[in-house]
């Protein structure tokens, strides 16, 4: 016994002890809404939509917002080209938010080349965000009734060339109104950041969205690729929200709200090009957990009422949602509860975290097998960043407490060890904003890689939720940071 | 504030079922030209031939039956984790 606290009255003490035990529960949460996720996934080889799709090939507008795309519009543009899809029923509208670079003199040149398939639509006002971009091609397209499928993508994205109508075979059962596919990290970098970014990419679209598509909700379709019906989008107003920094999951749920199912095709591969660096990370995905949190509020009276939407008003699909929005204070909950319990009882700790452990532990190895598994091909290049996902020290924290035997003078004295262990969950958090700072200092930029494999790109993502949450309740500008494009994916 | 469905949702279900009760979308068939086919080297894309496209669903259809060996794997390492870890304590 090391307990620091053990002489406080019974029923203080009690009472404390019930609230630290509360903290543990709670934290425990959203590892076993990951656990219940990966569960689902296998249950996709039987509960999926392809015995419901068809062979539909409507004409359909590609629609690219690009501000500064010169860089990588020639490549995507001749990549939907050649998309294997009636030629004739294929068109590409180039919204050109203003840009200042040679983006106006390519989009010439791609319009002479592929004459009537290729629409070049320039905004002499641009800097508003992607969404009013892309409004401003929404209005042209749906003002000819020839467009009967609307593809919404980056500039930057690739799709391979069976994807298209791999997609629009759903569209077939009128009851779909949209359609995403998996995106995939495209440069195959060899840096860490990008490896990283092919992991999660893996685990958070060709993973979770299976999970999804078995529960019935979608909780985004990608912004790189989501192909609507005409239909839809016109029973969703016919305009994409520009209130919010998540457009695309306003628009996900729009569409299921308006009662059309949102469908994830695994196999309809396109491939994108990531930050290769922290700081560009942190702001893209600064953009998208900030886009989560007005979400959050926004549809505040869909959460749990299975009366509004029976998938996305439905238990599992909050438990989700909220899993990875409230991450952050489940990790600060779990160390609180368990410094508090080791303080108090150091036993009793012992024996919950004990008896807790192989919980996380079960739903890590679910995570990278069952990631792994969805795509091989990428699974195997990123195994080592998929164990280091929570970070090195996490994964050291995780196999000593599976096995303590192996943890150096655990028989002796243990206590800052222990006192490490249950506390380090909340301390990777703020580990992770100096990793990002460390990259924007000009002797740690070689330093910030080693960092982020330490620290975790997890803990990083649950950092930037942190800053998500204090932006949002700071009421920070929604500013758009778009991410740097260079054209490295070229596969 | 009510818990009950509003106006709107029930709007939703029965676009729901009204969209369920509703014939498949079909697409008119696609017509290739001579020309265009030799352009094709002979080769009938597959968007071309709908019977090339079933068979193409039901190939990924199939394909997802791998996502049993990732669960596969998942268990037995959970299983070896476990015993490795009774074993040792």
Not at chain 1, 248 to 276: C, K, S, W
Not at chain 1, 329 to 352: F, H, K, Q
Not at chain 1, 435 to 450: D, H, N, Q, S, Y
């Amino acid at each position: 016994m090391t307990d620091v606290l053990p002489d406080l009255p019974g029923l203080g003490r009690d009472v404390l002890v019930g609230v630290f035990l509360l903290f543990v529960g709670f934290g425990a949460i959203p590892v076993l809404a990951g656990l219940a996720q990966f569960l689902l996934i296998p249950v996709h080889a039987v509960r999926n939509h392809y015995r419901e799709t068809g062979p539909y090939l409507p004409n359909v507008a590609v629609l690219v917002p690009a501000w500064n795309e010169a860089a990588v519009l020639t490549a995507s543009v001749e990549r939907l080209m050649a998309l294997d899809y009636p030629p004739d029923r294929l068109r590409v509208f180039v919204v050109d938010d203003a840009s200042t670079d040679d983006t106006p003199a390519v989009m010439a040149r791609l319009a002479d080349r592929f004459p009537g398939r290729v629409v070049h639509l320039r905004r002499e006002k641009g800097g508003e965000g992607k969404a009013h971009t892309l409004n401003h091609g929404l209005r042209e397209i749906l003002a000819d009734d020839w467009m009967e499928a609307l593809l919404i993508m980056d500039a930057d994205v690739i799709y391979a060339p069976e994807s298209l109508r791999k997609m629009t075979r759903h569209l077939a059962d009128p009851t779909v109104g949209a359609v995403t596919a998996y995106i995939r990290e495209g440069s195959e970098d060899t840096r860490g950041v990008t490896r990283f970014i092919g992991f999660d990419y893996l685990a958070a679209q060709a993973a979770s969205r299976r999970a999804q598509n078995v529960a019935g909700a979608m909780a985004c379709l990608a912004g790189g690729a989501q192909l609507h019906t005409r239909e839809n989008l016109e029973a969703i107003g016919g305009q994409i929200d520009t209130s919010s920094l998540a457009e695309d999951t306003v628009t996900t749920f729009r569409t299921q709200l308006a009662g059309r199912r949102v469908v994830f095709e695994p196999h309809a591969r396109v491939l994108a090009e990531e930050p290769a660096g922290i700081d560009a990370l942190w702001k893209q995905r600064l953009r998208w957990a900030r886009g989560n949190v007005q979400i959050t509020s926004m549809y505040r009276h869909l959460w749990f009422r299975k009366s509004v939407h029976p998938g996305l008003g439905g238990f599992f699909f909050g438990i989700f949602w909220f899993a990875i929005l409230l991450l952050p204070v489940a990790m600060l909950l779990t160390s609180i509860g368990l410094v508090g319990l080791y303080l108090l009882d150091s036993d009793l700790a012992a024996s919950v975290f004990g008896a807790a452990v192989f919980v996380p532990v079960a739903t890590f190895v679910f995570m990278v097998t069952m990631t792994i598994s969805v795509d091989p091909r990428v699974g195997l290049k990123v195994w080592k960043e998929a164990l280091l996902f929570p970070g090195a020290v996490s994964f050291a924290v995780l196999i000593g407490a599976t096995f303590p035997p192996l943890v150096p003078g655990s028989a002796g004295d243990s206590s800052g060890w222990t006192l490490f262990v249950y506390s380090w969950l909340v301390l990777c958090v703020p580990m992770a904003f100096l990793v990002r700072k460390l990259e924007l200092t000009r002797w740690g930029r070689r330093l910030a890689p080693i960092g982020l494999y330490l620290v975790g790109f997890g803990p990083m993502m649950c950092a930037i939720t942190v800053d998500a949450y204090l932006k949002e309740f700071r009421g920070a500008a929604m500013t758009w940071d778009k991410t740097e494009k260079t054209g490295r994916v070229m596969a | 504030m009510s818990r009950g469905r509003t106006t709107s949702d029930r709007a939703a279900a029965a676009v729901t079922a009204n969209l369920a009760s509703r014939p498949y979308r079909v697409s008119p068939p696609v017509v290739l030209t001579a020309a265009e086919l030799a352009a094709r080297g002979g080769v009938l894309p597959v968007w071309a031939d709908p019977m090339a496209m079933a068979d193409e669903t039901e190939v990924d259809r199939l394909q997802e039956r791998r996502l049993y060996a990732g669960l596969a794997a998942a268990i037995a390492v959970v299983v070896l984790l476990w015993t490795v870890r009774a074993l040792v304590m």
